[in-house]
């Protein structure tokens, strides 16, 4: 009688011959963030990202920033698709889009790294828009929710390795940001990052200022017939000659390119001292 009296102002006794249902998640890709794109949200992150993180960001890293021009007579949506050395490359990149990107853009963010709990996925998505997505393959739900956005308008930062740069080489592309190309049929930005290992690198608990360099490409589109395997390794080589036309000029990168002679930004197949004395030598 005692329990039936709590009940509604008290939840429900369950039985105990009957097996409870799993709770339903709240993180990882389930984690919820239309509320980080509410106008409120949108106002609070445009504070953010222009008061607080570009000053920051220009006091740690001096960016240099090439190519922006490329962007003139694009039109949203787009996607940008950068290499990814550091925790400083999504604020650096958000604060230097135009800003008539900027304020438009989510970013794309492991489910397992950044939504793993509840706080720090808010943290994330009221900061940078950041939207949860499978990084290990191309997953189905993730690209719906990221076809979606597009859809409706919004720009998408994607880093393709998957993952920060463990020894400053660049990893191999993945399919996503190819996949939501060929998906949704808007074009990719190619971005080049560099110097934003040396101001963050992977392991470290502070920043520390060093200049960096930003190289923003032409955007390119999925031809008809090539698939996101084939667009995903056109989209690398091209990262590969921006920051060839970064340690050349744009005359010798483009030179280079035409004869196949790109250097990799993976960096040579060997031991990691070859790797690291190769990189020094770069």
């Known amino acids: 009688m005692t329990a039936r009296r709590g009940f509604p102002l008290r939840a429900p006794t369950w039985p105990g011959t009957v097996p409870r249902p799993p709770r339903p998640s709240r993180t990882g890709l389930d984690f919820d963030t239309a509320w980080a794109r509410t106008p409120a949200a949108r106002l609070a992150r445009a504070a953010l990202v222009d008061l607080a993180i570009r000053p920051a960001v220009h006091v740690l890293a001096s960016p240099a920033v090439d190519g922006r021009e490329r962007l003139d007579a694009l039109e949203s949506p787009v996607i940008f698709a950068a290499n990814h050395h550091s925790h400083l490359d999504t604020g650096l990149l958000l604060s ?24 720090k996925g808010t943290l994330h998505a009221l900061a940078f828009g950041a939207v949860p997505v499978e990084r290990t393959k191309v997953n189905r739900r993730s690209a719906v929710v990221a076809t979606d956005l597009l859809s409706d308008g919004w720009n998408l930062l994607i880093f393709p390795e998957g993952g920060r740069s463990p020894d400053g080489w660049a990893q191999e592309f993945r399919g996503g940001a ?105």
């Open 96 to 119: 230097l889009l135009p800003e008539r990107f900027r304020h438009r853009t989510v970013v794309a963010a492991a489910a397992d790294y950044f939504f793993d709990r509840r706080a």
């Open 178 to 282: 190819a996949y939501l190309a060929v998906r949704s049929g808007r074009p990719v930005v190619p971005v080049y990052l560099e110097g934003t290992g040396q101001v963050w690198p992977k392991g470290q608990r502070l920043p520390r200022p060093h200049k960096v360099s930003v190289t923003f490409g032409t955007p390119i589109s999925a031809d008809p017939g090539e698939d996101a395997r084939r667009l995903a390794a056109r989209l690398e080589r091209t990262v590969a000659v921006l920051a060839d036309e970064r340690a050349s000029d744009w005359w010798t990168a483009r030179r280079r390119a035409a004869e196949g002679s790109t250097p990799s930004i993976t960096g040579p197949e060997a031991a990691a001292w070859r790797r690291s004395w190769a990189l020094r030598s770069r």
